[in-house]
């Protein structure tokens, strides 16, 4: 599979000094997919020989790199989380220089804040407050509905990065950047005919309660876990990318 986005030297710096070690491959499916019967197709996804194969998950709190294969029975529910995906422009994120997160005089500096620890993720920014700290006023600049749009997540998950190792930027920008280009790996779009507007055909789930060969997908449960399973019907093709949050003190 061709992921041009994370591949890029760019996006590869940013992940590389954010400390994200993630994994993302993709598999092909000959059934036709329905929405409705998604925890079965997730099951037969996770059990599928290609999948545990060439799947990897980090196996124990503190591991970085997911590294360990994804191999055994999965449990008798998948237990998943279906995610939005409308956003196609990344105006969906001007509220954040709109609301004053960032400096006004064109560089998009990030605005500091007296610096705070929450569920093991360091706040150090009206950014961070605004994305994970639901006592700040800042918090409201994205209600519950967008908090449920993959790009969110994904933007979310690259802000905070991987934990203590992570180089926070001082600048927005290349949050901005690296999440589109990931954002286009993840999800495909056509164009509606007859509305001539470009949309979303992607399903995509976040895999949460999850146990595979008597071991739980992600070690520790946290909120910055990412477990995204991308379905694009049309071409019957998914993609799975993971990213176990390694918990502040490691």
């Given at each position: 599979a061709n992921f041009s986005g994370l591949t890029s030297k760019e996006v590869k710096k940013h992940t590389e000094k954010w400390g994200i070690n993630y994994h993302i491959s993709r598999y092909r499916f000959s059934e036709p997919f329905d929405?409705?019967?998604?925890?079965?197709?997730?099951?037969?996804?996770?059990?599928?020989?290609?999948?545990?194969?060439?799947?990897?998950?980090?196996?124990?709190?503190?591991?970085?790199?997911?590294?360990?294969?994804?191999?055994?029975?999965?449990?008798?529910?998948?237990?998943?989380?279906t995610l939005k995906s409308t956003v196609t422009s990344m105006s969906f994120f001007d509220r954040i220089q709109d609301a004053g997160l960032v400096s006004s005089?064109?560089?998009?500096?990030?605005?500091?804040?007296?610096?705070?620890?929450?569920?093991?993720?360091?706040?150090?920014?009206?950014?961070?407050?605004?994305?994970?700290?639901e006592d700040s006023e800042q918090?409201?600049?994205f209600n519950e509905e967008d908090r449920k749009e993959v790009i969110f997540r994904l933007f979310r998950h690259l802000v905070f990065g991987g934990g203590s190792l992570c180089q926070y930027e001082d600048f927005l920008t290349p949050y901005l950047d690296t999440?589109?280009?990931?954002?286009?790996?993840?999800?495909s779009v056509f164009r509606n005919k007859n509305t001539g507007k470009i949309e979303v055909k992607s399903h995509v789930y976040q895999l949460n309660e999850v146990v595979i060969g008597g071991t739980p997908?992600?070690?520790?449960?946290?909120?910055?876990?990412?477990?995204?399973?991308?379905?694009?019907?049309?071409?019957?093709?998914?993609?799975?990318?993971?990213?176990?949050?390694?918990?502040?003190?490691w």
């Amino acid at each position: 599979a061709n992921f041009s986005g994370l591949t890029s030297k760019e996006v590869k710096k940013h992940t590389e000094k954010w400390g994200i070690n993630y994994h993302i491959s993709r598999y092909r499916f000959s059934e036709p997919f329905d929405p409705v019967t998604k925890d079965i197709f997730l099951k037969d996804l996770l059990s599928s020989k290609d999948f545990q194969q060439f799947a990897c998950r980090t196996s124990a709190r503190g591991q970085r790199k997911p590294s360990s294969r994804i191999q055994g029975k999965i449990s008798s529910t998948v237990g998943c989380e279906t995610l939005k995906s409308t956003v196609t422009s990344m105006s969906f994120f001007d509220r954040i220089q709109d609301a004053g997160l960032v400096s006004s005089n064109g560089e998009c500096k990030l605005r500091g804040c007296f610096e705070d620890v929450i569920d093991g993720m360091t706040i150090n920014s009206l950014l961070r407050k605004a994305l994970v700290d639901e006592d700040s006023e800042q918090y409201d600049l994205f209600n519950e509905e967008d908090r449920k749009e993959v790009i969110f997540r994904l933007f979310r998950h690259l802000v905070f990065g991987g934990g203590s190792l992570c180089q926070y930027e001082d600048f927005l920008t290349p949050y901005l950047d690296t999440c589109k280009a990931i954002y286009k790996d993840m999800v495909s779009v056509f164009r509606n005919k007859n509305t001539g507007k470009i949309e979303v055909k992607s399903h995509v789930y976040q895999l949460n309660e999850v146990v595979i060969g008597g071991t739980p997908l992600f070690p520790e449960d946290h909120e910055l876990n990412v477990g995204f399973v991308s379905v694009d019907s049309m071409r019957r093709y998914v993609t799975f990318y993971y990213f176990a949050w390694p918990g502040a003190a490691w």
